[in-house]
């Protein structure tokens, strides 16, 4: 996205600038193109959406509580079992076992723990009382533990799935209070260019009228229409308003170079030529209508409520948290039963000797000899059924864990409620001083019109008074001095004006309409 934005904006540039501006020294610039380039490239607008995409994989993270877990398990060994009994003249009897089993176990939105568990075995032995040898058992059991006091519920099953959530919502009005303080700053840095261009422009005029009065002096002194105080007056005039276009350029290098940092661009990348002016337009907005937007469209007073909420679903985790916990423990389980007869010899009725599998005829087991008889059982009437259910309750003596996290979470939850309240007062503040400023540059703007008016009606009697010779240079050079004052306080009122008015933007959130720019998921 970052890629196919920037080759939007370098064609969109060709097509709007002379081919000359593209590549060349010279760059013009409009504050949307400027606004476009500071969102692009500023790298703490990269860091927070990378922020944003960390918040969403913390929702994935946080619904893994339901995914179920599959295990399996396949164990085999061998016994020799020791035995101190006459019928087992070696001391002892062998075992062989192979055993297997598939296990799995999740949750469910209520709280309740779910188990289906599936095993198999494979049991050989030489002792004499078991009969059936190989034996085959296997066993299917289902079983739930349902919370009915601590941890019982959807809304406490899914807290960290919630305070996830919420968590993408500050996430993203974060990402986007960053790329407001952007505009912001951009608009700032577009507005001091300008006005470092035009007061180099009211010197370089300046500088030009003092040549102009210089060139004009050392006429009527050759004439002798002037004395010779006048020609040094005049040549120390241009040398100071000289040493003001060096000042004045100085400090438009140093508003490109803070525009160039923020547009993420090179130094030597060219001059910056900014294409838009200020507008002059003398309007007071609604201090009313602003807070009120405020309330809807300042991100950061959103991510602070957005934070609170997830403060309110922990402050309920956490006061579910001092319950004791009561379960609900069913089950419900299916045995099968196969195997060979046992040929092991025994001493039968009779003292003669026998298998001991033989006392299987005319058992449930006679005729189920492999394992899948066992397996069959599992579904059919021949298998053999248990069952249980029970409560266990469990009481934590003291309890004072839980209490302090209940406690600490609750007062970090009305500390949030101030800081919200704090915030308000704060936004408030932004919006009345901004307003303030724009009734104060209005008065400033409308003063320092007259007085430019009037400075340079003075100027130009008293240019009439120096050819005139009923003036000195050093008076026409203060009346131009005065001249240049009034202007670049003029347009320092203008340009003032204008960043009052994005300062109230950014106080109300909504810079970017300014630019049409639309906050979406595509910008995340």
């Known amino acids: 996205m970052r890629k196919g934005l920037w ?18 020294v010279n760059l013009e610039l409009s504050l949307k193109h400027a606004v476009e380039l500071g969102i692009l490239n500023n790298r703490d607008v990269v860091i927070e959406k990378y922020l944003h995409k960390i918040a969403l994989e913390k929702v994935l993270e946080a619904r893994g509580i339901f ?23 070696n001391g002892s009897y062998v075992e062989e076992a192979v055993r297997g089993g598939l296990n799995l176990k999740g949750k469910v939105f209520t709280g309740a723990s779910y188990g289906v568990d599936f095993s198999m075995e494979q049991y050989e032995t030489t002792s004499q009382v078991v009969t059936l040898s190989p034996r085959y058992s296997t066993r299917l059991e289902f079983s739930l533990t349902q919370p009915l006091l601590k941890e019982f519920g959807e809304d ?19 990402v986007k209070d960053r790329v407001i303080r952007t505009v912001s700053s951009v608009e700032e840095a577009y507005w001091n260019l300008v006005y470092a261009g035009k007061v180099l422009d009211f010197h370089k005029e300046a500088a030009r009228l003092a040549k102009d009065l210089l060139d004009l002096t050392e006429v009527k002194v050759k004439a002798g229409e002037m004395a010779p105080i006048n020609l040094v007056q005049a040549k120390s005039g241009l040398a100071s308003m000289e040493e003001n276009v060096v000042s004045a350029e100085n400090e438009l290098k140093k508003a490109e170079h803070d525009l160039k940092l923020l547009l993420g661009m090179p130094e030597n990348e060219g001059t910056l030529f900014p294409l838009d002016q200020p507008r002059d337009i003398r309007f007071i907005p609604s201090l009313a209508g602003i807070l009120d937007s405020a309330q809807k469209n300042r991100p950061d007073l959103q991510a602070s409520k957005s934070r609170l909420e997830q403060k309110k679903i922990e402050e309920k985790y956490m006061n579910d948290q001092v319950l004791p916990r009561l379960d609900l423990i ?11 007869p046992s040929s092991v010899m025994v001493t039968g009725a009779g003292g003669k000797p026998e298998p001991v599998g033989d006392r299987v005829q005319g058992t449930v087991f006679s005729g189920e000899t492999t394992g899948w008889d066992s397996m069959q059982e599992l579904y059919t009437g021949r298998g053999f059924d248990y069952w249980s259910l029970g409560l266990k309750l469990e009481i934590p003596l003291g309890n004072r864990e839980a209490e302090g996290r209940y406690r600490q979470t609750k007062l970090e939850r009305m500390k949030m409620e101030t800081e919200i309240k704090s915030l308000d007062e704060k936004i408030a503040n932004e919006v009345k001083k901004g307003i303030l400023d724009i009734q104060t540059t209005i008065k400033m703007r409308e003063a320092s019109g007259v007085t430019v008016e009037y400075a340079e009606q003075n100027l130009q009697v008293e240019e009439q008074r120096f050819k005139a010779g009923e003036s000195t240079s050093y008076d026409v050079l203060k009346l131009q001095k005065d001249v240049t004052e009034a202007k670049t306080r003029h347009i320092k009122a203008l340009i003032e004006y204008t960043k009052a008015w994005a300062r109230v933007r950014a106080a109300e959130g909504v810079s970017l309409k300014e630019y049409e720019i639309e906050f979406n998921e595509k910008m995340m």
């Open 67 to 89: 995914d179920p877990v599959l295990s399996s398990n396949l164990e085999g060994g061998r016994w020799e079992v020791p035995i101190a009994e006459i019928f087992y003249k």
């Open 7 to 24: 080759v939007f904006i370098f064609c969109a540039g060709l097509l709007a600038f002379p081919m000359e501006h593209a590549f060349g």
């Open 330 to 340: 069913g089950k419900y389980g299916r045995r099968g039963l196969s195997g060979v």
């Open 156 to 174: 406490i099953t899914k807290t960290k799935i919630r305070i996830a959530e919420k968590g993408t919502q500050v996430s993203k009005f974060q």
